[in-house]
């Protein structure tokens, strides 16, 4: 039985809410339980549809009377919607509803901004919206809106944005926020007493997350009730902000994802095109597709900031880290969509044992699409320079890597001053994997051949995510033939959570996997959950279904005590068959089901509370040897070894194609991967997977995940942490460490590419 | 993409017909470049004519009787990969095209239109950027984003050739067979490719009216092999930053008969003349070798961003021709 706890402060009138599952405290995974669904490698449970092509995406959804949209979008980085003339598009054959600022609901949207708001902020911004009986008709008409721009002066470059006489890009000027102070001790005093002192810039590009599924939206209308299939990754969230926008309850709002082609933070809030579907759609009285095309995608979708890093460290000759200093711009592009924040200090804040920190964040408007949360927000850029200024400092003090790393050793979160729940995980990271990838032996293995020279990088992170929160609400429904339907209002992004929670749920249940279904990614059937972000869902959705399904066997095994006439506290269940403890007497999971019948069994279950006094982070550290080819700048990555902390690992599988999709993000950001902008022009170049270049299966070597699996079990009762975003952190300033070692240049901007490293290489 | 009649040829003849002179009308093959233009709205024809079932038009490989190849305009870079023949009599050619695009690209992508291909300059391919190339009156590349562009740059336009197969058969000394309404004509792949001019917008002087039927390669004397390198920025699926390939005897232990074409440093495939000359005559020895890539960017004037691709010449052209002359004889 769950229990709320509202207490309200007196002070500021919040009020805040604790849940325990009280009468039925959840005994706790810890590393001697004996399990036997999870932390085994079961098979995805979607995986037949997905590789069968059944799966239905937002863009498989046919209706009948399916209408397509396209969007009419600002050529222009800025300028003034002076007059929107639709009368020519709207006589093309087929066309059934053209929406603009004028003619319909324009709601308000991002922070000081319309649907379509009178000035258009970058080249990509929405203006109008076309739906047709095909993309044809709906492209034809496109070209025949006519929009007459005031053309502005505009800025997209991140530094240019802060000169004085920049052009503004919001009327309040380009600090999109007053900067972000933190301080620890006195760096000034730290850097005195520091006998090594190493300062450097390091920049990060704008990167394009790039999922094989672009945003989009099916609407459909039946009255007054709006259901839509949404390629999102907060299937609430979208039903919240749709229904405030369009003035509707939000119980006349169905948002269904059932299957998603990757997300990467960028689908973790809602964005114009699924309101903008919604109201072609009312307004055709017909359904509506509107799914983005590729360049509409890398425009004005989402992007990971660019920044700018300006960084002082300093350190005794034995390493000791004694301050860390930082000022950090990173770009908003032309709005603040909301979600998920680039952290870019946290890295330094929290990575390192150092008494004297400052970071100081400046978040910076441009003419050029909105950035988003991107797989690790933050940490990403911070790491990379983090990570190589460590790498600097090591070289400077002649001291292995790994071992400064070590010698600045920390088992509490410095900035909230609270132990850390896993404080050996790091640790292990930094052993296990320098063990696996042979990090000690590295020298007697390097050989250069002509030109091309080998290298091996290090580099380690934390990440503020991975240990979920509540809420999170699942029900467990036990059937009359002893099978169990798991339902959640979570989302499965593509990582396998429907995996993931199918496990957790057999494992509590005593039931094998193939009795057990998983329902999700619908706002009408399941129960809030929140975005899935910050690599949060298993470690909060996780918990709530266990505690749902620890609710349901409790009942089952008081109905199996009373047929078995034994006591409820001597039963155990596995496999689908509940037994006698030390005895022979066994009952089916199915024969006691089948004897209650129609009646059934309802569990429930709410993430709990963490512990107030403990953070929850998860670490990592990877090592990687390169080649690369002076003569030509050609990098080769010839090996990854990974090892990243997620508390206990419930699916072998699931883990691992986390760290090798995320380490090959990661390659991509590295060495490839930069959206290019003529900044005379406010001109995206490469809006597109032909001069975007995200790593092809040849550029992505073999990588080594080296599992750590330790439960974290003052976490969560089931000592699972999240994997999703932090494998990608380390992966670029290893690359680029291991780049310096094969031959003794360092790019302080990422990507590291060829032109860049043949500009540095010449004499 | 806009709507658009599609038909069918039969026969070369029959498309000819069908073809205007005025551009409204377009032949389609492998489809891989003229559908991106469409798709982006570059190219706006009334009607599209699909060769790929005209009989005559050749899809293969053949050896002529002189001992060199004729390659059909619609055989695939895919058959070409797979073709012994080539990789015998044409190395430079089959590695060329195991370098371009990806296995699904080749599989489609014919060898007439691989080397129709209009360039990738990404302000040729905006829709909504009116450059010189597309009928404008300046390049906005010359002065902006140009890391991609040539280092030999024509006038005013400075995109770049994007055709690995081209610059292997410019080293290779290959021709290309026209065939329009006052016939036949036989053109040396230099002069098929060529700069625009103010009346010639277009990277070929292929016609409007006019097909590219075949493609020959000479055969090679005694001692003869080529190679071919190309530098991306991902191991697969790019377009080549530079790409060089190399032709050369080497009789009595001279080189002769060398010919080496770099690819993305100029409008169309550039002969690396100076490097050439180094080789002439002389022992393929590193220094010369060493002496004949430091040439290989003579007369090169790079551009804003797009330095780095002298570097990049000389040290390709280093690699290109150790693995030249270490290679074995093909004829």
Same mark, same amino acid.
Request: aromatic share 6%.
């Given at each position: 039985m769950t229990s709320l706890q509202v207490e309200k402060n007196s002070q500021d009138g919040k009020v805040e809410l604790k849940v325990h599952n009280s009468d039925q405290h959840l005994p706790v995974w810890t590393k001697d339980v004996d399990l036997h669904v999870v932390g085994r490698p079961a098979p995805r449970a979607e995986g037949r549809d997905k590789v069968t092509g059944r799966a239905t995406y937002a863009s498989d959804v046919r209706l009948p009377g399916l209408l397509y949209a396209r969007v009419v979008r600002s050529p222009h980085p800025h300028a003034r919607v002076v007059r929107v003339d639709t009368s020519r598009a709207e006589s093309v054959p087929g066309v059934r509803a053209v929406i603009t600022a =004028?003619?319909?609901?324009?709601?308000?949207?991002?922070?000081?901004?319309?649907?379509?708001?009178?000035? +258009?902020?970058?080249?990509?911004?929405?203006?109008?919206?076309? =739906?047709?009986?095909?993309? $044809?008709?709906?492209?034809?008409?496109?070209?025949?809106?006519?929009?007459?721009?005031?053309?502005?002066?505009?800025?997209?470059?991140?530094?240019?944005?802060?000169?004085?006489?920049?052009? !503004?890009?919001?009327?309040?000027?380009?600090?999109?926020?007053?900067?972000?102070?933190?301080?620890?001790?006195?760096?000034?005093?730290?850097? !005195?007493?520091?006998?090594? +002192?190493?300062?450097?810039?390091?920049?990060?590009?704008?990167?394009?997350?790039?999922?094989?599924?672009?945003?989009?939206?099916?609407?459909?209308?039946?009255?007054?009730?709006?259901?839509?299939?949404d390629s999102t990754q907060s299937v609430f969230d979208v039903r919240e902000q749709v229904a405030a926008r369009l003035g509707l309850p939000q119980q006349q709002v169905r948002v269904i994802q059932h299957h998603m082609g990757g997300g990467f933070g960028a689908k973790q809030i809602a964005w114009k095109n699924t309101a903008i579907a919604a109201l072609l759609s009312r307004r055709a009285g017909r359904p509506v597709q509107l799914m983005l095309k590729r360049d509409e995608e890398n425009l004005a979708s989402g992007n990971r900031n660019a920044t700018q890093q300006r960084v002082r460290i300093g350190a005794r000759r034995d390493g000791t880290l004694l301050a860390i200093d930082v000022q950090i711009d990173q770009q908003a592009g032309a709005y603040m969509v909301g979600g998920e924040s680039a952290d870019v200090p946290g890295m330094y804040q929290m990575l390192y044992r150092c008494p004297n920190v400052r970071t100081e964040q400046r978040v910076i408007y441009c003419n050029t699409g909105p950035a988003v949360a991107f797989r690790a927000p933050g940490y990403v850029e911070g790491a990379?320079?983090?990570?190589?200024?460590?790498?600097?400092?090591?070289?400077?003090?002649?001291?292995?890597p790994v071992e400064l790393r070590r010698r600045n050793y920390t088992e509490r979160d410095q900035p909230a001053d609270k132990a850390y729940t896993s404080p050996a995980a790091l640790r292990e990271a930094y052993e296990r994997v320098t063990s696996a990838f042979g990090w000690k032996d590295r020298e007697l293995r390097r050989q250069h051949n002509g030109t091309r020279r080998r290298g091996y990088g290090f580099a380690a992170h934390c990440w503020i995510g991975g240990g979920g929160k509540p809420p999170g609400y699942s029900w467990v429904k036990l059937n009359g033939d002893g099978s169990a339907d798991i339902v959640t209002g979570t989302q499965d992004i593509g990582t396998g959570t429907r995996t993931g929670l199918l496990q957790v749920a057999a494992e509590e249940l005593g039931l094998p996997l193939d009795r057990v279904a998983v329902h999700l990614g619908d706002t009408s059937t399941g129960p809030y959950s929140p975005v899935s972000s910050g690599s949060a869902t298993q470690a909060t959705i996780g918990p709530a279904v266990r505690a749902a399904a620890a609710d349901a066997r409790r009942q089952l095994l008081d109905a199996a005590a009373a047929l078995l006439e034994a006591n409820a506290a001597d039963l155990d269940v596995r496999d689908g068959r509940i037994t006698v403890v030390a005895t022979t007497r066994s009952i089916g999971v199915s024969d006691v089901m089948q004897q209650l019948s129609p009646h059934m069994i309802l569990g429930e279950g709410q993430r709990e509370e963490n512990p107030p006094d403990k953070s929850i982070r998860t670490f990592g550290a990877q090592c990687v040897e390169v080649e690369v080819d002076t003569a030509t700048g050609d990098v080769t990555v010839l090996r990854v070894a990974a090892a990243h902390d997620c508390g206990r690992i419930i699916n072998p599988t699931l883990v691992e194609?986390?760290?090798?999709?995320?380490? $090959?993000?990661?390659?991509?950001? =590295?060495?490839?991967?930069?959206?290019?902008?003529?900044?005379?022009?406010?001109?995206?170049?490469?809006?597109?997977?032909?001069?975007?270049?995200?790593?092809? +299966?040849?550029?992505? #070597?073999?990588?080594?995940?080296?599992?750590?699996?330790?439960?974290?079990?003052?976490?969560? #009762?089931?000592? =699972?942490?999240?994997?999703?975003? #932090?494998?990608?952190?380390?992966t670029a300033p290893a690359i680029a460490n291991a780049i310096f070692d094969a031959i003794g240049v360092r790019i302080c901007e990422a990507p590291i590419s060829g032109q860049r490293l043949l500009e540095a290489l010449q004499p | 993409m806009r709507s658009f009649t599609y038909e069918r040829a039969q026969s070369v003849d029959a498309a000819l017909e069908m073809l205007g002179n005025d551009g409204a009308v377009r032949p389609l093959a492998g489809g891989t470049d003229l559908l991106t233009l469409l798709k982006q709205d570059l190219l706006q024809p009334e009607r599209l004519v699909d060769l790929k079932r005209a009989d005559d038009l050749s899809r293969g490989i053949r050896q002529t009787d002189a001992g060199g190849l004729e390659i059909g305009a619609l055989t695939t870079l895919a058959d070409i990969e797979r073709s012994p023949l080539v990789h015998e009599r044409a190395t430079a050619l089959g590695q060329a095209v195991s370098l371009a695009a990806s296995p699904q690209l080749r599989n489609m992508a014919t060898l007439g239109g691989n080397l129709l291909q209009r360039p990738r300059?990404?302000?040729?391919?905006?829709?909504?950027?009116?450059?010189?190339?597309?009928?404008?009156?300046?390049? *906005?590349?010359?002065?902006?984003?140009?890391?991609?562009?040539?280092?030999?740059?024509?006038?005013?336009?400075?995109?770049?050739?994007?055709?690995?197969?081209?610059?292997?058969? @410019?080293?290779?000394?290959?021709?290309?067979?026209?065939?329009? *309404?006052?016939?036949?004509?036989?053109?040396?792949?230099?002069?098929?490719?060529?700069?625009?001019?103010?009346?010639?917008? @277009?990277?070929?002087?292929?016609?409007?009216?006019?097909?590219?039927?075949?493609?020959?390669?000479?055969?090679?004397?005694?001692?003869?092999?080529?190679?071919?390198?190309?530098?991306?920025?991902?191991?697969?699926?790019?377009?080549? @930053?530079?790409?060089?390939?190399?032709?050369?005897?080497?009789?009595?232990?001279?080189?002769?008969?060398?010919?080496?074409? @770099?690819?993305?440093?100029?409008?169309?495939?550039?002969?690396?003349?100076?490097?050439e000359a180094v080789l002439d005559g002389q022992p393929p020895s590193d220094d010369v070798i060493a002496r004949a890539a430091g040439a290989a960017d003579e007369g090169a004037q790079p551009l804003r961003r797009n330095a780095y691709k002298l570097a990049l010449v000389r040290g390709l052209v280093q690699q290109l021709l150790t693995r030249t002359v270490a290679s074995s004889r093909s004829t």
């Open positions: =004028a003619n319909d609901l324009n709601p308000d949207w991002w922070k000081d901004g319309k649907l379509f708001d009178p000035v +258009v902020r970058f080249i990509g911004d929405e203006v109008a919206a076309i =739906a047709a009986e095909s993309e $044809t008709a709906a492209e034809d008409a496109l070209r025949l809106i006519d929009v007459e721009y005031e053309v502005l002066p505009f800025v997209t470059d991140l530094e240019a944005a802060l000169e004085p006489d920049a052009p !503004r890009v919001h009327a309040g000027g380009n600090l999109a926020e007053e900067p972000t102070i933190y301080t620890r001790g006195d760096v000034a005093t730290g850097m !005195r007493e520091a006998e090594v +002192v190493v300062e450097r810039t390091y920049s990060t590009q704008t990167a394009l997350h790039n999922s094989l599924e672009p945003h989009g939206s099916t609407a459909s209308w039946q009255g007054e009730h709006l259901t839509l299939w990379f320079a983090l990570e190589q200024v460590m790498d600097e400092l090591a070289r400077e003090l002649q001291m292995d194609s986390q760290v090798i999709g995320a380490v $090959t993000q990661g390659l991509g950001f =590295a060495l490839t991967e930069e959206r290019v902008v003529d900044h005379d022009l406010g001109l995206i170049l490469n809006a597109n997977l032909e001069e975007y270049k995200v790593p092809t +299966v040849v550029d992505v #070597p073999a990588i080594e995940h080296v599992p750590l699996d330790i439960p974290d079990i003052a976490a969560n #009762p089931t000592g =699972a942490k999240g994997i999703g975003e #932090p494998p990608l952190i380390p | 300059c990404w302000y040729f391919r905006d829709r909504h950027i009116q450059c010189w190339l597309k009928g404008g009156s300046d390049c *906005p590349a010359r002065d902006g984003e140009n890391q991609l562009h040539a280092i030999f740059p024509a006038d005013p336009c400075v995109a770049v050739h994007p055709s690995d197969p081209a610059t292997a058969l @410019l080293a290779l000394d290959a021709s290309v067979r026209l065939r329009g *309404p006052r016939g036949d004509r036989e053109i040396a792949i230099e002069d098929f490719l060529v700069a625009p001019t103010e009346a010639r917008r @277009l990277e070929t002087v292929l016609a409007d009216d006019e097909l590219v039927i075949s493609i020959s390669v000479p055969v090679g004397g005694p001692g003869v092999r080529s190679s071919y390198v190309k530098a991306m920025d991902r191991k697969a699926w790019a377009f080549a @930053l530079v790409a060089a390939a190399a032709r050369l005897q080497i009789t009595d232990g001279r080189i002769s008969d060398v010919r080496i074409s @770099l690819g993305g440093v100029a409008i169309a495939p550039h002969r690396a003349r100076a490097a």
